[in-house]
């Protein structure tokens, strides 16, 4: 068969294959897999996962190459492993790199000193992009086609072989090399980034429909599928508490100050809630000035202990008006239940709980505890 239609047909399987690589990435990034290894700050695994994709590209290219002549063969091989490692960084360039050389020795034949060359230099080439190049460029076509350009090293591994094999096909294969490496890493690079950028503005909508946009916090809509959300075993000393505070005279900090300073004594009110509870606990704004705090598997004593040091936090800290000094503080109404009901029905009883705090005054913790089936107040 014609070598310039082999070549043809070559460039139109790198496309597809391509295709198969940005379905898996978007598959890995929309997966549980991806949050996991984030949280747990897996960042090697992560970067393993993300070269095992780079290397699926590998290997399925090289089971299908182009035979020049007996044991040697021309594919794309080089194009995913320099693009895994100039977008990606080394790691993640390394495990395409590793596949794509155990496969080529697997298959034998002269072949493999040129190939593995090859392969070598096109991780090289993206690692002299990601470090030297790629922040000369801006923007998708001058990136993708520096990127594309400098992975092409890999071209001179052809000079490796017989003379006999290269001699008539050295300008062609250049000429293809470099068109498909370019073309190939300009689509990558900007088929994944459109990937991310679709990621990141539903992550984003996703954000805003739970999180509060003034504090930051989760939003009442949040906390209600928090609620039902399955919690650690329940021991007899352990259940979940609910503390519902709220600011007291909030509005005439508002009426005096205007609605800027009020809104900053609320995002103060946030942090403060936010450093005094544990790793497992969640801090919603329900709405205005009251919030919530959900704790999880906790004894009835930590339960005060939490409300008590917010309450403290807050009265303590020094809190400005410009150049006056605003004195806040909260009035807080926690329980402690060793079992959960509804989300609705909880936070009725903690709201009760509250206004006894308000009717003490304020600046103070009223705590109801569940006991024999009856609320404790």
């Known amino acids: 068969m014609d070598g310039s239609f082999l070549q043809v047909l070559s460039f139109v399987e790198t496309m597809g294959v391509i295709s198969l690589l ?11 897999l991806e949050k996991a290894l984030i949280s747990a700050d897996a960042g090697i695994v992560y970067s393993i996962a993300i070269g095992l994709i780079f290397a699926v590209s590998v290997i399925y290219t090289m089971l299908d190459p182009i ?16 693009v895994a490692t100039g977008l990606f960084g080394p790691l993640v360039g390394l495990v395409p790199l590793i596949a ?44 993708g086609t520096s990127l594309g350009f400098c992975l092409s090293i890999h071209i001179f591994a052809i000079l490796t072989l017989a003379e006999d094999i ?14 498909n490496n370019i073309f190939g890493a300009t689509l990558i690079y900007g088929l994944l980034r459109r990937e991310d950028t679709l990621l990141d503005q539903f992550s984003n909508l996703e954000k805003s429909a739970h999180h509060d946009a003034l504090t930051g916090l989760v939003n009442r809509r949040k906390m209600e599928t928090l609620y039902v959300q399955p919690r650690a075993r329940r021991t007899r000393d352990r259940g979940t508490g609910i503390i519902c505070f709220d600011l007291d005279g909030f509005k005439s900090v508002n009426d005096r100050y205007g609605h800027d300073v009020g809104d900053q004594a609320l995002i103060l009110v946030a942090e403060k809630a936010l450093k005094e509870v544990r790793s497992n606990d969640h801090v919603c704004r329900l709405g205005g000035d009251e919030f919530l705090i959900l704790l999880q598997d906790v004894e009835a004593a930590t339960v005060k202990n939490i409300a008590e040091r917010c309450r403290s936090a807050i009265r303590d800290h020094r809190f400005m008006a410009g150049d006056m000094p605003v004195q806040l503080s909260i009035s807080a109404g926690a329980i402690w239940k060793p079992t959960r009901a509804s989300f609705r029905k909880d936070y009725r009883i903690a709201d009760r709980a509250l206004y006894k705090a308000k009717d003490d005054g304020g600046n103070t913790v009223y705590i109801s505890k569940m006991e024999d089936g009856i609320m404790r107040y």
Do not use: N, Q
């Open 166 to 179: 290269w001699e008539d096909r050295l300008v062609s294969l250049t000429v293809f090399y470099l068109t």
């Open 100 to 143: 794509g050389s155990l496969l080529r020795i697997s298959v034998g034949g002269p072949g493999i000193a040129p190939g593995l060359f090859a392969l070598a230099l096109s991780f090289g080439g993206g690692l002299i992009w990601r470090t030297y190049v790629r922040d000369a460029f801006a923007g998708l076509i001058g990136r």
């Open 22 to 32: 940005v379905v898996l990435y978007g598959v890995l990034k929309r997966s549980s």
């Open 67 to 82: 035979e020049l002549s007996e044991g040697a063969a021309f594919d794309v091989r080089c194009l995913f492993v320099g």
